[in-house]
């Protein structure tokens, strides 16, 4: 303690000994006060209620009116000392707090830097997209390139010029949207056949996925959906040819030792036509739900293009043939995924499609 310790209760008149009492128990006071403070803000409201201007000591101060002349300078000089010593105790224990609040702060921002990461969603391709880059990519390393033709087509291009002509059934087994002017949101990608190769001379290896549209609509039925056609015109292209590229295809996409089997099939821009059936890749033949016990799955339709197709292209027949084959890509990703109703394709629920 500073000064004040020499002063004894027989120095000065009562009121002076009282003054420098109640000064030395509000620095008591002011030092636990200040030790309480948890924190910066409990701190400055303890600062406030000794130091500030209406505190503590502004009030002792006040009282120094009651003190006779010659008493004052010594009361003054007690209770400067003692707020002396007040300032330090706040300083002090502002420090301290400081010095704990920034200590706090360092461990909860801590990095542990050997924590895994946090994962970053990622976005990813469509099912159907995965399928159509990884079915054009077999396609390509055999040769063929890819094209593109418009979802919105003529009547000639989607029917008459593919030999489907007004009065045909395959218009009936078709149900087309027809939009203005006679045209029509195609129905197959099979146009694409008019349109590249009345483009584009012989010899030709050539496939083109897209959109398609049919009035239809059931678990297996979407009014949009993915097809390819591919086609392939040379010189002397015979069954063999097309049994080959595509049980080459097969055997790319689900396995060299999936089996295979050609039925015969009619399609009016083909001929002959046939259907293509792989092995049920769910029970590998021996019969299930999904291939209605029969072991087979149909897969695409193909056959040797008509004579006609070639002719309405400009491509004359005595020179050059072709064979040409059609697929789903909506249903080779649901058999690929064992994925049963095609709606689910197209509902853009992240929960089914995080899953591919
Ligand atoms: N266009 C046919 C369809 O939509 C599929 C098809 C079958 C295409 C046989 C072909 C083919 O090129 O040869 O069902």
Redesign the pocket.
């Known amino acids: 303690m500073t000064e004040g310790s020499a002063l004894n209760e027989e120095v000065g008149s009562p009121a002076l000994r009282e003054l420098l009492a109640e000064i030395d128990t509000a620095l008591a006071d002011a030092e636990q006060a200040f030790g309480r403070a948890g924190d910066l803000a409990a701190l400055e409201e303890a600062r406030i209620a000794y130091l500030g201007k209406k505190g503590r000591l502004a009030t002792l101060n006040q009282r120094f009116g009651q003190l006779a002349a010659d008493e004052k300078p010594l009361a003054g000089k007690q209770l400067n000392a003692r707020k002396a010593e007040i300032v330090r105790l706040d300083a002090e224990r502002r420090e301290q707090l400081e010095r704990a609040e920034i200590e706090r702060r360092l461990e909860a921002e801590a990095v542990d830097v050997t924590l895994p990461g946090a994962a970053v969603p990622t976005g990813r391709l469509h099912p159907i997209e995965q399928t159509r880059r990884q079915v054009e990519a077999i396609f390509r390393s055999m040769g063929f390139r890819v094209t593109e033709s418009p979802e919105v087509e003529t009547e000639w291009v989607n029917f008459e010029a593919l030999n489907i002509l007004s009065d045909h059934p395959a218009r009936d087994m078709?149900d087309t949207f027809f939009t203005d002017r006679g045209k029509v949101l195609r129905?197959?990608?099979?146009g694409n056949?008019i349109r590249t190769m009345t483009e584009l001379e012989p010899p030709l290896a050539i496939v083109s996925t897209g959109k398609?549209y049919r009035c239809d609509s059931d678990v297996t039925h979407s009014p949009m959906f993915y097809?390819m056609?591919?086609?392939l015109v040379d010189k002397a292209i015979s069954m063999g040819h097309l049994k080959g590229v595509l049980e080459s295809f097969i055997h790319a996409l689900y396995g060299a030792k999936v089996g295979t089997r050609f039925r015969p099939s009619f399609?009016p821009?083909?001929e002959p036509?046939a259907e293509l059936d792989m092995a049920c890749v769910f029970c590998s033949g021996s019969g299930c739900r999904v291939c209605s016990q029969t072991g087979w799955l149909e897969v695409?339709?193909?056959?040797m293009i008509h004579p006609v197709v070639l002719r309405n292209c400009g491509i004359d027949p005595e020179v050059w043939s072709g064979?040409?084959?059609?697929?789903g890509l909506d249903r080779i990703t649901m058999l690929k995924y064992g994925i049963d109703n095609i709606r689910l394709l197209y509902e853009n629920d992240l929960r089914f499609l995080s899953q591919f």
Do not use: I, K, W
């Open positions: 078709q129905t197959h990608t099979s056949q398609v097809q056609e591919g086609y399609f821009f083909t036509s695409l339709g193909c056959g064979f040409a084959f059609g697929l």
